[in-house]
């Protein structure tokens, strides 16, 4: 019988060390008949846990490329990879100093990251880690064991350990080499794939937009942008800027890191942005993001020229490298003529497109002849002049078309054919089967680069009774209006409901500079300060509906309302207050008082229609709509401002601009309240300083107001008034707070109440 002592025998060393070389043998047979990397890191991590008696292992390979470890983890049919610093935490230390760690308490050890055992529920007691090294002793990478089942790691575990990952290290190297060996080969057919797919794209937009995505992808960038030289106006500009949204960028090609890029033909690779001089943080405060490295790269042609750059921002895990940059130099070499070729079609298209929406939205009929006297073309202003289709004129011979009734054509038609010089005849009577009308009509040679005759151009300008009333009543209104009322008046007169965004304006102390001017010099004032903010109105295409004084009533989104009519106005009140500016600039030079005026903005449904008696009509607009546009702009005063709009207006921008939110109101004859908001974009850096800052504190402080914490709230506004003490909203919004504090209402809620218009 045995006895129980042989049985509780201890294995002797011989015994140990022969059952590690069985394991050690084992591990090399093992992963030596493995193909892939994942394989080898999930076996290698089973036998170390196994053979440590471990509750769980890991196996960080070193990323040469990003200084990252990393380990490879299944995650149900896929695999993600986790990734840490090859200097920080146990395995970066193991890594650095390619000496092995046993840690018998994890939580005392300061190189311990708790954070991931609070992000997995795991408790991490002790640690054993050993470095992974070659043949040639370079160290690849760390073993990682955790909580062993018994006792503690000893350094015969550590031996051991060390050995089995040598044992491995061989293939482990192999297959890394192979596996980066086919991902920089798929990495190259994939190359191949998008340079294919981009050089296929002719449309510039399109194309644009392909490049920046690769490249953002490519790259792992947050952010990329392609700017294109305009020679004309010396200027990199791009239309698309991935992650910002659809845009066009124009800055001059001379400055900024871009700039500097686009003159020197160098690249520049800036690991951190805000330390370099050159580098012009104003756009990051304009939209609240935050750059932190930049690869910037030129974009050259096949001739050498320099014809933009390619900027890319923030790589995903740290900065730009030498591969990168040499990565992106290949792509942008290789897209260069696909740029050039798309650039050239855009521009061929958009001439095309220019002549062809220029010949249709011409008034004018226009028809084209060739050398044989044939019509070629005819704009939709000449079908509806000769009352028919294209198909009834394209192709015909003046002669027949025109016929003997208007032999006065044919007979201009045949000089100008001789002198190749152009002739115009005013009020003559064109005819046709039925009626004739009244034009104007002007008769063009056409003729190519080597002043060979490609034919004429006929342009006929229909002054009949009807064209002649628009004429009187585009006077009196805007165009557009005209034109409606013209086609269909019965409508319109009858008043609709639409949703537009009216424009309150007035001029402050106007009687005060009346008293000093006069008569006279009163009406040449408004007359000089009209025509400055109707030609803004116009510009932004919105509609004068009249004066009121001096005070100036516009809608836009009327007669007909548009998308983005709302941005319209916006721009417009910015556009005002800017050429103010440098109107008052003017006065100020020639001694005289400077003008300031107050801007209210409201989007809202309105009735327009032709309103009044049947002597005296007045096309105009009324509703609640129009009458909170007027509050707005008297409140102005209140809160010294001069552009307020609406919550409604606000909630309906698309566009980007310096915007607060100044108060939430109760108008005079409303229960309901409004959100007014302040637009800023009118002000220079100079007279706004600090803006973002102010409005960051501007911003808390009325947070706090609204909450009630009155006290708090003038604290952030005095940090709002300290950057900027010019800015008066500050002001009223501390002593506001100062008389909420003695005299504190009882059910507050954050509103308040307007007691005058």
């Given amino acids: 019988m045995t006895s129980r002592k042989s049985i509780n025998k201890t294995p002797s060393k011989t015994d140990v060390k022969l059952k590690q070389a069985e394991t050690l043998l084992s591990v090399s047979k093992r992963v030596s008949a493995m193909e892939t990397v994942d394989e080898i890191l999930e076996s290698l991590v089973e036998i170390a846990t196994y053979e440590m008696q471990a509750e769980r292992g890991s196996l960080f390979i070193n990323d040469p490329v990003t200084n990252e470890l990393y380990s490879r983890v299944a995650m149900g049919m896929q695999r993600r990879e986790i990734r840490v610093m090859n200097d920080s935490g146990i395995v970066g230390n193991v890594y650095q ?40 002793g370079e160290i690849i990478g760390c073993t990682q064991v955790l909580n062993k089942k018994k006792g503690y790691f000893t350094k015969a575990d550590m031996s051991f350990l060390e050995l089995i990952t040598s044992q491995a290290a061989v293939a482990l190297q192999s297959n890394l080499y192979v596996e980066k060996v ?56 791009s239309q698309v800027g991935q992650g910002l949204g659809t845009t066009e960028i124009r800055l001059p090609n001379h400055v900024g890191i871009a700039g500097t890029v686009f003159q020197s033909n160098k690249s520049i690779n800036i690991p951190h942005a805000y330390a370099d001089l050159r580098f012009n943080p104003s756009f990051d405060k304009k939209t609240g993001y935050f750059t932190r490295s930049i690869l910037c790269v030129p974009l050259v042609n096949k001739i050498g020229k320099t014809i933009g750059v ?47 929406a220029m010949l249709q939205s011409m008034s004018n009929g226009v028809i084209t002849i060739d050398t044989e006297k044939k019509i070629v073309t005819c704009n939709s202003a000449g079908e509806r002049i000769f009352q028919t289709n294209s198909k009834n004129i394209i192709g015909k011979f003046v002669k027949n078309f025109f016929g003997e009734k208007n032999s006065w ?73 005209a034109d409606q009322l013209m086609g269909e008046g019965s409508e319109l007169l009858g008043g609709q409901d639409i949703e537009a965004t009216l424009l309150f304006s007035d001029v402050r102390s106007f009687t005060t500079i009346t008293e000093q001017l006069g008569a006279q010099g009163t009406v040449k004032l408004l007359n000089d300060y009209f025509t400055i903010m109707v030609d803004c109105i116009n510009k932004s295409g919105g509609m004068l509906d009249k004066f009121i004084g001096d005070a100036i009533m516009a809608g836009f989104g009327v007669p007909v309302a548009g998308e983005n009519d709302p941005d319209r106005a916006v721009k417009c009140g910015i556009s005002m207050l800017e050429e103010l500016k440098k109107w ?83 108008v005079k004859g409303k229960t309901q309240p409004v959100g007014v908001y302040e637009v800023l974009d009118f002000y220079s850096d100079e007279e706004f300083p600090n803006v973002m800052e102010v409005l960051g504190h501007f911003k808390t402080g009325i947070e706090k107001f609204r909450k009630g914490s009155w006290k708090k709230a003038i604290d952030s506004f005095n940090k709002a008034y300290q950057l900027h003490p010019e800015d008066k909203l500050s002001q009223i919004y501390i002593k506001r707070c100062e008389y909420l504090i003695s005299n504190p209402p009882k059910n507050w809620n954050g509103v308040w109440v307007m007691t005058s218009k």
């Avoid at 038609?413 to 009577?429: F, L, P």
């Avoid at 008052?584 to 008696?613: A, D, M, Q, W, Y």
């Fill in 182 to 237: 086919q991902k920089a080969h798929e990495d190259e057919m994939e190359f191949t794939d998008i340079i294919s797919d981009i050089t296929g794209e002719i449309k510039i937009e399109a194309l644009l937009k392909k490049v920046m995505d690769e490249a953002t992808r490519i790259l792992k960038a947050d952010r990329s942008t392609l700017f294109l030289n305009d020679e004309k106006t010396n200027e990199l500009w």
């Fill in 584 to 666: 008052n600039t003017l006065r100020i030079s020639k001694n005289l008082l400077p003008v300031e005026i107050g801007i209210g903005l409201n989007t809202g449904h309105v009735v327009s229609g032709n309103i009044g008696s049947l002597k005296r009509m007045d096309f105009t607009m009324i509703g609640d709509g129009v009458n909170l546009a007027a509050r707005l702009e008297s409140a102005c005063k209140q809160y010294a401002a001069k552009l307020l709009i609406s919550q409604f207006t606000y909630k309906k921008l698309k566009g980007i601009y310096r915007i607060r939110d100044v108060d939430l109101v109760i």
């Fill in 310 to 356: 390619t900027q890319a921002l923030n790589k995903k895990g740290g900065p730009f490298n030498d591969d990168d940059e040499q990565r992106l130099k290949a792509f942008t070499a290789q897209i260069a003529i696909a740029l050039e070729n798309a650039q050239l079609f855009s521009d061929v298209q958009k001439i095309k497109n220019y002549n062809d």
């Fill in 97 to 136: 100093s390619g000496k092995g760690l046993i840690i018998k308490n994890a939580y005392r050890d300061k190189r311990f990251d708790k954070s991931i055992d609070e992000s997995s529920g795991f408790l991490t007691k002790s640690i054993l880690c050993t470095p992974i090294k070659t043949v040639k």
């Fill in 409 to 481: 054509i044919l007979e201009r038609i045949n000089r100008i054919n001789e002198t190749k010089t152009a002739e115009s005849v005013m009020d003559q009577e064109l005819k046709f089967e039925k009626e004739s009308i009244s034009v104007n009509l002007t008769v063009l040679p056409l003729t190519d680069e080597n002043d060979e005759s490609l034919g004429l151009m006929i342009m006929i300008d229909d002054i009949s009774s009807e064209k002649r009333m628009k004429s009187t009543m585009s006077r009196y209104m805007d165009p557009g209006l």
